[in-house]
């Protein structure tokens, strides 16, 4: 078998809270939860981990998300009826945006913990 990506723990003070979040932006499913993980899954079995982390402070991470142009539309309307900040590229020069690159769209946001979440509908690649 080639290597698949299978799971990540994301890193947050509030794993429900921040769950909540991913499953209303990715339309993620709840998956059962053990020990101190809150679980969701994607499409094809990834697993999604939230749980407190190990030290006192939180490493931001970023996630990328490739989704098709309706949950693109979805997602971009959760987050404007929402009122979740937004920008067009990492760095956010371009506040209240989304870009057209790579023959798609794209869209960076954060998540509750201040992780970057990127959703995009063409891969780079």
């Known amino acids: 078998m080639s290597a698949r990506f299978n799971h990540t723990i ?8 921040s769950a ?3 499953r209303a932006l990715l339309e993620a499913s709840d998956a059962p939860s053990w020990g101190p993980f ?3 899954t994607l ?3 990834v697993l999604l981990q939230f749980a407190a982390p190990p030290v006192d402070e939180i490493q ?7 989704v098709d142009d ?3 539309d979805r997602a971009y309307g959760w987050i404007t009826a929402n009122g979740v900040d937004h920008a ?3 760095f956010w020069k371009r506040p209240g945006e989304i870009n057209h690159e790579h023959g798609g769209r794209g869209v960076y946001v954060r998540d509750p913990a201040g992780h970057g979440v990127e959703l995009l509908t063409r891969p780079y690649l």
């Not at 994301?10 to 809270?17: A, K, L, M, P």
């Open 10 to 17: 994301i890193v947050s003070e509030d794993g429900e809270q």
């Open 20 to 22: 909540a979040f991913y």
């Open 38 to 40: 809150t679980n969701l």
């Open 43 to 45: 499409d094809g079995g």
């Open 60 to 66: 931001m991470q970023h996630y990328a998300f490739l």
């Open 70 to 72: 309706d949950l693109f």
């Open 88 to 90: 067009a590229d990492p």
